[in-house]
Structure formats: C-alpha cells, structure tokens
C-alpha cells in the first residue's frame, strides 16, 4: 500500500524486517530503562550491565523474530501453544516453587517460566483458530476459542499466578475482540464476569490475593503491614511534584522507603525523580508505541497478523496500565513489572519477541498480497 | 493448502477489524488520561501533604547531649568535672566473624567472660548497623593494647563520652551532691514541667546538693543534628546541626580547704560544722560527716552498697548541715537574752540568785542547772558567759513559750532558712499551739524551762543555728546562707546578690551590745564558758557554748558520759562569728554524742576552723607577727 515512500526512506530496516518508528520507540524506553535503572537499583552498576545484556538478547530476540513471515507463525501456532500447555502442566507436578507459587520447570542448564510462553502462544494460537473461518466468528467458534482461552488461564492461574493468567487470558481475548464479536456477546460477557466476581473471590482467591485487594481498597488500613507498598509508592509519586526531584535524588526510592523500587514499582522513582513532566512524557512514548503497533495492524493485509499485531499491542498497553494503575493506588496490586523499563529477565525477551511478531507482520506484507491476490 | 470459507470478504472483514481497533484506541487513549489525571492530583493536589510525608520518612533528629556546667569553689578549684570514659564499640555488621574477633579481644583486654555474655545480649538486640558496646569504662592499659592491635579489628573502634566525676569524693558530697541516672520518675516530673525535651540525650540527672538545685543552669540545652535516615532508621548523611548549648558553669562561695579542714576536724565524730560569711552568707564550708563517695552514684550505685548506706546506724545520707535537727541547747541564750530585754522582762543589771536549781511555784520540782553549786548572782551577761541555765529557767517561765516562739522565729528558726540545696527540713520551733495540734496536749510550765535552756521540743539545724548568730553578728541584719557565688568562671563571673530576710528589729540598739558583749566574754573573759578554747587566739570573737541531753535524766541522777552508751551521750554545740568588732564569719558547730560538751568539744572545734581561716583570709597579720619575732 503506502510502503512505496516508506522504502524509499529506510530502505535498509525494511530489508531488516524492521520498523523504524516502532524500533526507535522501543530503543527509546529500553535506554530509559538504563537510566532509570541505574537510579531504582541504588546506582549499581552491576544490575545496569545486566539490564543492557538482557535488552541486548531481548532485542536480538526481536530481530530474529522478524525475520520470518507471519505465515510460519501461522502454522507453527498449535504446536507451540500445544507445547505451552504441556509445560504448563510439567510446572504444577514437577515446578520449582518460588514466593509460594510454582512458576519455574528446572530444565537442566536453564529454567524456563511456561506462562511466559504462553504470553505469546495464547494470541497465536487464538488468532489461528479464529482465522480458519470468515469474520465475525460464529457462536460455536467463539465458545470453542473461549475453551482455548481458559485452558491454559486456569493452568497459570492454579500455579498460583493470577496476574499473569489474566494476562494470558486478556491476549486471547482481545483477538477474539478485534475479531468481531458482536456488541451483545461482550456485554453479556461483561455482566458475566461481574456475576462471577463473587465467587472469584471466595473459592479460588489466596489469602494473599485477598489481602492485596482489601490493602488496595484501603491502604491506610495496615499502614505498616500490606498497605506500607502503597502508602509509599503514592508518597513517593507525589512528592515528585510536577518536575521531579532529580535523576538519582528521589528520597523515597534512595533511602529504600519504596518497596520493589527497581521492579514492580520502578514507576514510582520515575514519578518521584522526574515527577509529572517526566511520567507524561514517559506515557506520550508508550503511546507512540501503542499507536504504531495499532497502525502496522490495520496495515497490514493478512488477516491473522493483523489480529496477531492487534492482540499483541493491546496487550502491552494493558501491562503498561496495570502496572501504573497499581502503583499509583487506581488497581490493587498484581505483581505485575512495568514493560521494558522494570529490572527484569523473562519478560523483556517475551514482550520484544511480541513486538518482533508485530515487525514481521509489519515488513512482510507485500508477500502476503501477492498470496491473497495472484 | 489450507481449507479456507470459499470466499472471504477482505475488505468487510479488514473494515470490521478497523473498527474495532479504533474503539481499542479510544479506550486506550480514555484509560491513560485517567492515570494521568490520577498522577495530577498526586502531584500536583496532593504534593504538599505527601512531599511533607516524603520528609517525615527521611529526615530524623538526632538530639545531642550539652556539657554539663562545670562547678568551682570561690578560689577556682574544680569541684565537680566532666571526664570522658572510654568504651569499646562495635558495628556488628562491618565485621564477618564477630564471634572469632570479640573472642580475640576478650582475650587481648582480659573481658571476663559475663562481660562478653552481656555484650552476645546485646548484639541480638541491636540492629546490625548500630553501634553495640563490648567494653565499657575501659582503663588506659586496655585503650593502649587495643589501639596498638586497632588495624586487625575493623568495625571495632574506641568511643569517649563526659562523665560527672567528683575529685573530691566523700568531701563535698552534702555540698556539691551528684547526678545519676535519669529515672521513671525524673521523667515523669521533667515531663510535667515541660522539661522533657530538653533531656532527649542525657544520661544523668542532678540528684542531690548543688547539683540538683542548679539542675537548670548546668544542664544547658540539648541541640539537633538532623540526618536523613533509611527505611531500616540507618542515617545516611547529616543534613544540619544545631549544636547544644553548655550548661553554664558555677562557682560557690566553698573554700575547699576550709571545708578540708572542717571535716578533718569532725574526724571520726558524727556532726556538722558550717563556716558562713557574715555579710553575704557565702558558705566557706559546710562539713557534714559521715559521707560517702557521691562517685558511686554517677554510673549506678551497687544494690549491696546503697542499702548498706541506707541502714547505716551512722546515718551518712543524711545531711546533718541542713537535716540534722539538733535541741540546740543554750547556743540560743544570746537571743532569749535578747527577747528579754527586749520585752521588758529584765534589764540589763536585772539579776536573779542562782542557788543550782529553779523551782516553780507550786510545782515540787528541782530543777538543776548545769551547774550544781550555782552562779550564785547573775545578770544576763553573766548568764550568757557562764550559761547559767536557772537565770533562763526564770526568764523563759516569765516570756512564755509562745512570746518565745514567735521571737524565734524571726531569727528562722522553725522556718528552712532558704539555702539552696533541696535537702533541708524546718526543723521545730514549738509552742504550745504547736503541742496541741502534734500530740493533743496542752503545753505545761515545766517546758517552757526546757525551751529556756533550748530543749524540750525545740530543735534546730546547724544552718538555722549560723544564721541566726548571722543575724546577732550584725545586730539584726539576716542575710540568708547560700552556697551559689555567681555564674560562669572566676575569669567572668555573673556575681549573684546577697538575699536577705525581714532583719530582726529591738527597741535600743544597745540591747545588741549587751548580748554581743557577753558574747565576747564567752571566749574572752576568765569565766566564759569557751575561754580555754580561745585562748591566744589572733583574734577577738563572740561565741556560746550549748551542751544538749539526749535524754531525759531524772532529778537526782547523775549523768557520767563515760557510763551511758554512745548514742545516750550529750551533744555539743558551739555558734560564734569573728572578728567580735566586725563580724567577717559566722560559725556554727553541732557534734553528737560526745564525752564532754560545747566547751570542751565544740569550742575548740571552732577555734581550730577559725584559725584556719584566719591564717588564709589575713595573712597579714602572720606576717607581721613573724617580722616582729625576728
């Protein structure tokens, strides 16, 4: 379609597989990661080379990623969500127990974390299936794609990780959403959901999961005790005023008041030290991202990539909202680590690998057409 | 390959797709101005109140301790000192095998062992950054090994703070006093007078004498560093001080070598012995034996040791100079001589036959003056120089004890004279009012001539005693006795004013001179009581012998001293002042118990402390004697 002028700019990332505005809003956030980093961990050193290793091989993920087309994914899709939820299983009767949930399957020289596989396995496998048939899927299809969806959710969410599985479960979803389900269906849905909620909270929430909700709804509550992370994460937010306290001069997170500085509550030192300036400019970049993932979706041709890309995006912004929403006091806290700028291995690799499905179904199109129209 | 629908509408199923993903958009663009709203009112709504919290979390005062003020005598000699002690101390976290290396240093330092098990006490109970002491109070032989051998334990390091420390020991304790350990109590008082803030970083008290009167002044006010703390209450970097404010240093009117030579004096004896100037009421000594070494109080007094104080037969924690309530027998007879001319009773030549005893009318009972031939004729002067008891026995019978009372009261007795320490007790003046409301009795006749003689109910405390010959010394004046002379050090010395009571007044000033003449003659005349103690003296002074029973004899025993037990035995009693001219000191002596009485004891007791003083405050006078001999 547009692509004649685009090639004609950067005709070097596109023979990359690459897109160059998606590629410069990653690179962006992960060198803030750096940055930031440095100041959540206490400035050290150590953990920033770290970090810049892991985006290294996150980023190497994503270019390897894009550079095959969205086909292959297509139909390697059932294999890989099929593997994910043997893995998943593997984890509840053979997994590495840590922090009171089994997450971890011990494979000799690595451990590997199932749900983060799943990450990705769920919107492929969903986008698979409901691609099989003309859009808008029928009711059956849906039913079925829903049994696909709850699978391996009730696997994530047994181990126990319920954020994660919400997680797994939204990216489903979402295709199923983009899609076409009707209107009526997702408000009957919806209705649905918050009939369940009751049960949801007394049959298959932990204790613990109770507790971060009820801390969420009060934190004043148990101002030493579970409520402490959100008393102090508010406090170091607010006290970021509109320009911050400085790069490396937030008390809060320094002197360690904050808890999870450099992980799940790393937007927190951001607020603090660059304060509203910084965190609007922070989320105008996620923005960028998101809006662009968007736009590669609604470019691209092959309907299964387009849904892959859709799904995949909608799903980074919900991690983004979350995890902001959580450490800001408008959601109860998920355990859930700020895309590409919290401290952390697993999840990187994930998403970049995510955002190199989304390159590849950016760059690979004009195959596609010649496919669908020769 | 794969099996498609046949057809599929690209187009309606790219223009659904669309659709959707422009819904998605809105709704992600709805949901992130709802964080940025939430993050607004954060930062902006709530700054204030969370930027203050922010604080509140970080910034902690530290208080520090001032110096305590530094006590001098009135010639600069240091009587109560701050002296650092030496303690070894420990950053548990900064060392990796602590037990290996306090095992080394118990070893090095010869720590026995209940030292080493206190400090494992200690450590568990310690955060892991805080300093724990493994050693205190160590001695220069333990600070020299360790400083030698410091390099091979990091983490451990020799820490020094001021302690009170009194060079004199038993000497001053009644005087000075001491600080200890702030208690629950202390707490609670400095609590209630608002005080308590001011005492955030101090150990110690002031607890007896100077230093628990002039607690205020020598304390000084405790200052701030304020330090930005962790979440674990580790400070990070100090962010301001405001340093304390030394308690201000005081110098007392004490000469500690008169004080020296007042308690050498009472050697072994129980009794005090107060030496006050006469025109400011400085106190140049105030001996008080036994005592005890106030030292023991400042870090905390053994349990074993305090009770052994405390059940003492000798009594050292009392202050005999201002609790010791002594009958002060006929040291009082200048001012009953006094009140009677004074109240017209008798006149100066008004003389009465002493023939051993005094009779009441009507009553049939002797009794017997001291002396048991008689002074045959005697007038007031006469009375006052030989202590004639049965002159005072008709003088006292024709006032009445409550005409008594009341003039005695003037002079301050029944009243504190107001010295500033805590320790002092009004003693009793009684009259018969008093008797009435104490024992339901009503006062007889036969009292009366016991209050005459400075028995009977009536007790004193050697300082009413040496103010109220203060008060005959200059003819009514009554200066009260303090021991403060001013603030700060001898170099810049705030001087602090004499006080003075309501003086004394008498209808002829020359009834002062009748009384202060027979005073006199006390150490002067052949007759007076303390002639043979003031024998030679280089002086001229005014004195009265008193010898108080400390029983009650029936009227025809005899008291041998050498048969009763000690504590039977009489007190003697002696208050005088000197120059007899120009009175410059006031002296007043009160020993118990002793075989003899204020003529043979306490007189010479005083000659001995006025001597001293004499030889210090007029050397002049020495020297010329010893140009005039060569």
């Known amino acids: 379609m547009l692509t004649t002028e685009e090639r004609q700019r950067h005709p070097l990332l596109k023979k990359l597989h690459l897109d160059g505005p998606l590629l410069l809003g990653l690179l962006s956030l992960c060198i803030a990661s750096l940055f930031i980093v440095y100041s959540a961990s206490g400035q050290n050193m150590d953990m920033v080379v770290r970090q810049a290793i892991r985006i290294g091989a996150a980023l190497a993920t994503l270019f390897v990623v894009a550079q095959l087309p969205p086909r292959f994914y297509e139909r390697i899709s059932p294999l890989i969500y099929g593997l994910g939820v043997l893995l998943l299983i593997a984890v509840l009767l053979v997994g590495e127990v840590g922090k009171g949930a089994q997450r971890w399957l011990d494979l000799g020289p690595v451990t590997i974390q199932p749900s983060e596989i799943m990450k990705l396995a769920m919107p492929l496998m969903i986008a698979w299936f409901i691609n099989q048939r003309a859009l808008p899927p029928r009711l059956l299809r849906i039913a079925a794609a829903l049994a696909l969806v709850l699978l391996p959710t009730l696997l994530i969410a047994k181990q126990p990780d319920l954020g994660t599985s919400l997680l797994v479960a939204s990216a489903g979803l979402f295709v199923i959403f983009f899609a076409g389900l009707s209107w009526r269906l997702i408000v009957f849905a919806v209705m649905l959901i918050l009939a369940f909620l009751p049960v949801l909270w007394i049959y298959l929430m932990h204790d613990y999961q109770r507790q971060r909700v009820l801390t969420f709804l009060n934190p004043e509550l148990d101002p030493l005790g579970s409520g402490y992370h959100i008393i102090q994460s508010k406090i170091a937010i607010g006290s970021g005023g509109i320009d911050g306290k400085g790069w490396l001069h937030g008390t809060q997170s320094q002197l360690e008041f904050l808890p999870e500085r450099h992980t799940d509550f790393i937007f927190s030192v951001i607020s603090e030290e660059f304060g509203l300036i910084g965190v609007t400019l922070l989320l105008a970049l996620y923005t960028f991202v998101i809006i662009r993932g968007l736009i590669i979706a609604l470019r691209t041709q092959d309907m299964f990539a387009k849904l892959l890309a859709a799904s995949l995006t909608l799903t980074f912004f919900v991690y983004v909202f979350v995890n902001i929403g959580m450490v800001s006091g408008l959601l109860p806290v998920v355990g859930v680590p700020l895309p590409l700028i919290s401290y952390g291995g697993t999840s990187m690799v994930t998403l970049m690998a995510g955002f190199g499905i989304i390159m590849s179904a950016a760059t690979h199109h004009r195959l596609v057409i010649r496919d669908g129209y020769q | ?159 020094a703070r001021l302690v009170r420390h009194y060079p004199f020991d038993d000497l001053l304790t009644h005087v000075v006093g001491y600080v200890a350990k702030i208690n629950r109590r202390d707490v609670q008082r400095l609590d209630e007078e608002e005080r308590l803030p001011n005492y955030a970083a101090s150990r110690t008290i002031g607890k007896l004498g100077i230093e628990k009167y002039y607690e205020e002044q020598l304390h000084g006010e405790v200052g701030y560093r304020s330090v930005e703390v962790n979440n674990r209450g580790r400070v990070v970097r100090t962010l301001n001080t405001e340093p304390p404010t030394p308690g201000s240093d005081i110098v007392l009117e004490l000469d500690i070598e008169l004080q020296r030579k007042a308690t050498e004096i009472l050697g072994e004896n129980r009794g005090s012995i107060i030496l006050m100037d006469a025109q400011t009421g400085g106190i140049l000594a105030m001996a008080s034996t036994p005592s005890y070494n106030p030292n023991w109080f400042v870090s905390g007094i053994s349990v074993d040791r305090y009770r052994s104080l405390l059940n003492s037969r000798h009594s050292p924690l009392l202050n005999r100079a201002t609790q010791g309530g002594y009958p002060p027998a006929s040291t009082i007879k200048p001012q009953l001589g006094l009140l009677g001319l004074q109240s017209g009773e008798i006149t100066p030549t008004t003389r009465i036959w002493d023939p051993g005893w005094f009779e009441i009318k009507g009553v049939d009972r002797r009794y017997r003056d001291w002396l048991a031939w008689g002074h045959g004729w005697v007038n007031v002067s006469k009375a006052i120089r030989e202590s004639c008891d049965t002159f005072y026995y008709d003088l006292a019978l024709k006032l009445g004890v409550d005409q008594i009372s009341d003039f005695m009261h003037q002079f301050g007795f029944g009243e504190k004279t107001g010295i500033d320490i805590a320790e002092e007790i009004p003693a009793i003046m009684p ?89 006199v003659e006390v150490t002067s005349s052949i007759h007076g009581t303390a002639h043979s103690a003031f024998r030679h003296a280089p002086y001229t002074s005014a004195g009265k012998t008193g010898t108080a029973q400390v029983v009650n004899l029936g009227e025809d025993e005899e008291y041998v001293a050498e048969e009763v037990a000690e504590k039977y035995r009489d007190n003697a009693m002696y208050i005088g002042y000197a120059p007899a001219e120009s009175p410059e000191v006031v002296i007043a002596v009160a020993i118990e118990n002793v075989v003899g009485g204020g003529g043979s004891i306490a007189a010479p007791a005083a000659r001995r402390l006025l001597d001293t003083w004499h030889k210090r405050y007029h050397p002049e006078q020495y020297e010329e004697v010893e140009s005039a001999n060569d």
């Open chain 2, 1 to 159: 390959m794969r099996t498609r629908t046949p057809i599929r509408d690209h187009d309606a199923e790219s223009s659904l797709f669309a659709g959707r993903v422009i819904f998605a958009i809105v709704v992600i663009i709805g949901l992130f101005a709802v964080i940025l709203g939430n993050l607004y009112h954060l930062q902006v709504d709530e700054y204030n109140d969370l930027q203050t919290r922010s604080n509140d979390n970080r910034i902690k005062l530290v208080p520090i301790a001032p110096n305590r003020g530094l006590i001098y005598d009135r010639n600069g000699t240091l009587l109560a000192e701050n002296l650092p002690v030496y303690s070894l101390e420990v950053i548990p976290e900064e060392v990796t095998d602590l037990e290996q290396q306090v095992a080394r240093i118990a070893n090095l330092l010869e720590i026995p062992p209940e030292a080493i098990e206190d400090f494992e006490q200690n450590v568990k109970t310690q955060r892991r950054f805080n300093h724990v002491t493994v050693l205190d109070d160590m001695n220069e032989q333990q600070i020299a090994r360790f400083a030698a051998k410091q390099h091979k334990f990091p983490g451990f390091s020799i820490e």
């Open chain 2, 431 to 519: 009259n018969s009012g008093w008797k009435r409301a104490r024992y339901g009795q009503p006062w007889y006749a036969g009292e009366t001539l016991s209050v005459g003689i400075g028995q009977s109910y009536w007790t004193a405390t050697p300082m009413q005693l040496a103010a109220a010959t203060g008060v005959m010394a200059n003819n009514g004046e009554f200066v009260i006795p303090r021991l403060l002379r001013g603030y700060g050090t001898l170099d810049d010395m705030q001087v602090v004013e004499p006080k003075y009571n309501q003086p004394v007044q008498v209808d002829k000033q020359s009834y002062w001179q009748v009384v202060h003449d027979a005073m």
